[in-house]
């Protein structure tokens, strides 16, 4: 049953909580865990959460999974323009508005990963410059920025155990440039989290701080 204190705008104003990591780091389960554990504690959010993620399931992110499923070599700068062009479609048609709308936004995978996926540092665009094009289109910064710390080894391990079928990026060599690429690039406000502990606590610790934002509004 919905009483009317129920519907209607919990949040004074839109929060967007961004979660980055390495394949295998476990963000995903993770993020599932901190929208049950923050309806747990506040239901009457309900209505406010919102679970994105990158790639997105439209129409160019669709795409980017087949590429990276089929191993597709494409060139850099192909990754890097789909990415960018799934991350407007998001922008534009997700997150700029459901913020507006006052909704709590837990979005997996932000233009970090692009920066740290795509950036090189023996040839141009580094990680810095890709983050850099980011803030200069206008995508929206985090209010909050999670990111989910785990030894590559240790992700690959995981990746390796829970697949059939690994895709374009699972290597460890490529898993360690992303993590340093990760290291470079994430603001000093960006807040770390420790994969290797549990995951249920984890999400509990999120939970905390995002409704310590929500109070503080
Ligand atoms: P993701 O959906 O997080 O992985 P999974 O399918 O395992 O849940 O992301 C898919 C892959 O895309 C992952 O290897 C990271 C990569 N990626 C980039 O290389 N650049 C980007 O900008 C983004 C958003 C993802």
Do not use: H
């Amino acid at each position: 049953m919905e009483g009317p204190e129920q519907s209607g705008n919990v949040l004074k104003e839109g929060l967007f909580c961004v979660f980055e990591g390495i394949d295998g780091s476990g963000k995903t389960t993770l993020i599932q865990k901190v929208r049950e554990e923050l309806l747990n504690q506040m239901p009457e959010l309900s209505d406010s959460i919102l679970l994105l993620r990158e790639p997105t399931s439209g129409k160019t992110g669709q795409k980017i999974r087949a590429f990276l499923q089929a191993g597709n070599n494409l060139q850099r700068s192909e990754w890097i323009d789909l990415f960018m062009l799934d991350r407007e479609e998001n922008v534009n048609s997700s997150i700029k508005p459901e913020l507006k709308n006052k909704k709590l936004i837990l979005q997996d995978r932000y233009f970090y990963s692009t920066a740290a996926y795509q950036g090189d540092e023996t040839e141009p665009p580094g990680a810095q410059e890709i983050l850099e094009e980011s803030l200069k289109r206008g995508f929206p910064e985090p209010s909050l920025l999670f990111f989910l710390d785990i030894p590559p080894e240790v992700a690959l391990e995981r990746i390796t155990k829970s697949r059939e079928q690994m895709e374009s990026f699972e290597t460890l060599a490529q898993q360690e440039k992303f993590y340093k690429n990760f290291l470079r690039i994430l603001p000093e406000e960006c807040i770390f989290l420790d994969a290797m502990e549990n995951s249920d606590e984890i999400a509990f610790e999120i939970s905390k701080i995002i409704l310590g934002a929500i109070e503080d509004q």
